[in-house]
């Protein structure tokens, strides 16, 4: 079983404070890295229906024990109402081979379809023991809260853009006022935070890699985070956050380098639809 620390959801599961992100591997590339990352700790692998990889990734996690394994997938936007998204849930089990998910996240706000609708979905499929706990991502905090109002089950987090370089503190803040574990997705940026040389000259103090310094940062901040790579190296760095740490004034200097910089969002608060990464 893995050493990797867990947060404790609203609803009592555990899950894995770092976890594999797939955006962008395809089928092969999943057949390479991901046996890596679980042979290496990982048990949290995160993905979804617009990934395009679910059924690779069903492939690989048959020749481990699902039950040591907390697995995510996302309903695409424009797969939000009822009917539809009971079907794109069937169809991400089957192509992941397994009975149930640990979470299953509304990969992106649609303005277009009544959130009402979406949540009856999702809590019938909750009934159902099809998905173990609920979230969504991409949510802003005014979305976050008209959700939490109507729906009849917790919704245990919120996966955003997250990183040194682009930080929502109210949106954190009010997710962890009520117990909304966030989700860092890009937690490195897509390597552009990497060059920061303020997160180098830390990771040469802590003699580790800049992405080590990155992701420790979020740990922190009690923010989950799921780097993806195909790397070997990296990927086994990328869990090595736990035997050092940052100390105050390391966190304090990396809080400072926040530029509103992201890498694949829109402005949430615009109500634009946006394409799902
Ligand atoms: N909910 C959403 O809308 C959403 C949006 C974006 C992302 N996500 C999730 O978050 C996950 C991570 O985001 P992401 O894939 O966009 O980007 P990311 O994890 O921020 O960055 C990935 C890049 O970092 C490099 N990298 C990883 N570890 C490294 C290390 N130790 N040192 C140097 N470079 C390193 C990788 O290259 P190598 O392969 O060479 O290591 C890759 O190019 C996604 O895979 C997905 O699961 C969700």
Same mark, same amino acid.
């Given at each position: 079983m893995s050493s990797i620390p867990s947060r404790t959801l609203a609803a009592g599961d555990t899950l894995p404070i770092v976890g594999f992100g797939t955006w962008d591997l395809s089928e092969a #590339?999943?057949? #390479?890295?991901?046996?890596?990352?679980? #042979?290496?700790g990982y048990t949290h692998v995160d993905t979804? +229906?617009? %990934?395009?990889? +679910?059924? =690779? @990734?069903?492939?690989? @996690?048959?020749?481990y024990e699902r039950d040591d394994l907390f697995l995510t997938s996302k309903v695409l936007p424009s797969h939000l109402h009822y009917e539809s998204l009971l079907d794109a849930l069937a169809r991400s089990l089957e192509r992941l081979g397994t009975e149930y998910l #640990?979470? %299953?996240? @509304?990969h992106w706000p649609n303005p277009a379809i009544s959130i009402r609708n979406t949540l009856r979905a999702l809590e019938r499929a909750h009934e159902q023991g099809l998905i173990r706990n609920v979230g969504v991502s991409n949510f802003s905090r005014y979305q976050l809260q008209f959700a939490r109002r109507i729906a009849n089950v917790p919704i245990v987090a919120n996966q955003i853009e997250f990183h040194p370089w682009y930080v929502r503190q109210d949106l954190l803040d009010y997710c962890q006022e009520h117990d909304i574990v966030v989700? =860092?997705? =890009?937690?490195?940026?897509?390597?552009?935070?990497? +060059?920061?040389?303020?997160i180098r000259e830390i990771a040469d103090s802590h003699d580790v890699m800049p992405a080590q310094v990155a992701l420790r940062w979020a740990v922190e901040k009690d923010v989950v985070v799921l780097p993806k790579s195909t790397n070997p190296d990296h990927i086994r760095a990328n869990l090595d956050l736990f035997d050092w740490s940052l100390d105050t004034e390391d966190m304090e200097r990396i809080d400072q380098l926040d530029r509103q910089e992201n890498v694949y969002m829109i402005d949430l608060d615009d109500e634009v639809y946006g394409v799902p990464a």
């Amino acid at each position: 079983m893995s050493s990797i620390p867990s947060r404790t959801l609203a609803a009592g599961d555990t899950l894995p404070i770092v976890g594999f992100g797939t955006w962008d591997l395809s089928e092969a #590339d999943v057949h #390479d890295v991901l046996p890596t990352a679980l #042979d290496n700790g990982y048990t949290h692998v995160d993905t979804a +229906e617009g %990934y395009q990889n +679910e059924e =690779a @990734i069903g492939e690989v @996690i048959a020749e481990y024990e699902r039950d040591d394994l907390f697995l995510t997938s996302k309903v695409l936007p424009s797969h939000l109402h009822y009917e539809s998204l009971l079907d794109a849930l069937a169809r991400s089990l089957e192509r992941l081979g397994t009975e149930y998910l #640990d979470l %299953y996240l @509304i990969h992106w706000p649609n303005p277009a379809i009544s959130i009402r609708n979406t949540l009856r979905a999702l809590e019938r499929a909750h009934e159902q023991g099809l998905i173990r706990n609920v979230g969504v991502s991409n949510f802003s905090r005014y979305q976050l809260q008209f959700a939490r109002r109507i729906a009849n089950v917790p919704i245990v987090a919120n996966q955003i853009e997250f990183h040194p370089w682009y930080v929502r503190q109210d949106l954190l803040d009010y997710c962890q006022e009520h117990d909304i574990v966030v989700e =860092a997705a =890009a937690p490195l940026a897509r390597t552009t935070v990497l +060059e920061d040389p303020v997160i180098r000259e830390i990771a040469d103090s802590h003699d580790v890699m800049p992405a080590q310094v990155a992701l420790r940062w979020a740990v922190e901040k009690d923010v989950v985070v799921l780097p993806k790579s195909t790397n070997p190296d990296h990927i086994r760095a990328n869990l090595d956050l736990f035997d050092w740490s940052l100390d105050t004034e390391d966190m304090e200097r990396i809080d400072q380098l926040d530029r509103q910089e992201n890498v694949y969002m829109i402005d949430l608060d615009d109500e634009v639809y946006g394409v799902p990464a």
